[in-house]
């Protein structure tokens, strides 16, 4: 079954701290993995996608496929990275519907 | 260029009201798709439309029905509001495969 896990419901780390936001997948075939994120009072914005290999403020996240991974990483987080980040699995066929994690709340203190 | 726009944004319903959220983007996207988001869940979806006229359901279907009015309007009916469908209610638009996904702001429901 097509399933994402992220494990931690809030990470909370010190301004400076390296930050990872796990993201384990279960899928049978070739994944297209996202990152989401929801900042206060925002909506729903997509961070980033495996398939660009893009970074974007600062985050990066390397598909795994060995340890079904897809890990956000960022070396020194800053105040303004506090939100709710969503891991996303693309399901198969032709449509963008998308499996999400149940989220990871990063809070990050001064 | 508002994006997605979902109404209302706030509701409160009795057990066995009815009601319809709105969803309507300007973007000429082809798919659209509601989703709730509940906590330690995350976001699941109900039902979608990959394009005008078609619609299919999701992970959590029951207790609602949508409408594709046209490629710009999307809306999700509960019939018989039950309490379990207390819950924030995002709709979403995207162009054909590989694309991100655009989301409303989102409507939260209460159903007492």
């Known amino acids: 079954a097509q399933r994402v896990t992220q494990p931690e419901k809030l990470l909370s780390v010190f301004k400076g701290a390296p930050v990872e936001l796990k993201c384990n997948y279960s899928?049978?075939?070739?994944?297209?993995l996202f990152w989401y994120v929801q900042y206060s009072r925002q909506r729903l914005q997509l961070l980033l996608r495996h398939i660009s290999r893009e970074s974007i403020k600062g985050f990066t996240a390397d598909l795994n496929k060995g340890e079904t991974s897809f890990h956000l990483k960022k070396p020194f987080a800053q105040e303004e990275d506090s939100a709710m980040y969503y891991c996303?699995?693309?399901?198969?066929?032709?449509?963008?519907?998308?499996?999400f994690g149940t989220g990871t709340l990063l809070a990050v203190q001064p | 260029n508002a994006g997605v726009t979902q109404t209302p944004k706030f509701q409160v319903l009795k057990t066995g009201q009815s009601m319809t959220l709105q969803c309507a983007q300007d973007m000429n996207h082809n798919s659209m798709y509601w989703y709730r988001q509940d906590p330690g869940m995350g976001l699941r979806l109900i039902y979608y439309?990959?394009?005008?006229?078609?619609?299919d359901k999701g992970e959590v279907p029951n207790g609602y029905n949508v409408s594709r009015l046209n490629k710009r309007e999307f809306s999700l009916r509960l019939e018989s509001a039950a309490p379990s469908q207390t819950s924030v209610y995002f709709c979403a638009s995207s162009r054909p495969v590989n694309e991100k996904l655009f989301f409303g702001s989102g409507t939260q429901l209460s159903v007492l």
């Open positions: 996303a699995l693309k399901e198969g066929g032709a449509t963008n519907k998308l499996i």
């Open positions: 899928y049978s075939g070739s994944p297209e």
């Open positions: 439309s990959a394009s005008e006229g078609t619609t």
